[in-house]
């Protein structure tokens, strides 16, 4: 009988060269502020029937951040999705390979996002683009998709170097 991992345990820290707090703290901070534009929303609108629309704006651009930056701790632990069925049935060699390949199209993938969330950051910018709901300039919002998604980069780029230097399985 084979001792099966607890899905429900918190995913270990990797020993990484920057620090996994900061992001910690940052999910943590963007939930709360989710959560209270929720809930006076919520209160707002049952209590006198009027709605805080605009603050759907902020809760997108938050709701973004709070992605890629819970995608950068994912990557970095280890925790990103994979379709188990198929590595845990591959022989260790096997299992660490496909997760080096995972890592590098990873980084691929963000780097993509990242030179067209840039370009399209850009051109918000040189149009003068402003957002629907507020009037603020678009690309203070979509500036961030660049930035975050650089940050994805360098954890999956981190992850395949303490894999390839047999720190990691």
């Not at 980084?107 to 918000?124: I, Q, S, T």
């Amino acid at each position: 009988m084979s001792a099966e991992p607890d899905p429900t345990a918190p995913l270990p820290r990797p020993r990484t060269r920057l620090s996994l707090r900061l992001e910690e703290v940052l999910v943590a901070a963007v939930m709360a502020v989710i959560a209270l534009i929720t809930a006076a929303n919520v209160a707002i609108r049952y209590l006198t029937d009027m709605s805080l629309a605009f603050t759907e704006e902020y809760s997108v651009a938050l709701m973004v951040g709070l992605t890629l930056f819970g995608t950068a701790l994912a990557i970095a632990k280890g925790g990103h999705v994979r379709i188990g069925y198929f590595t845990d049935q591959l022989p260790p060699r096997a299992r660490r390979g496909a997760e080096a390949v995972a890592m590098a199209l990873t980084v691929l993938c963000f780097g993509l996002l990242a030179w067209n969330g840039a370009r399209l950051a850009y051109d918000e910018y040189d149009f003068e683009a402003l957002s629907s709901g507020l009037g603020h300039p678009q690309f203070l919002y979509t500036m961030w998709l660049p930035i975050l998604s650089l940050l994805v980069m360098a954890r999956a780029a981190g992850r395949l170097v303490r894999m390839l230097r047999g720190e990691e399985a």
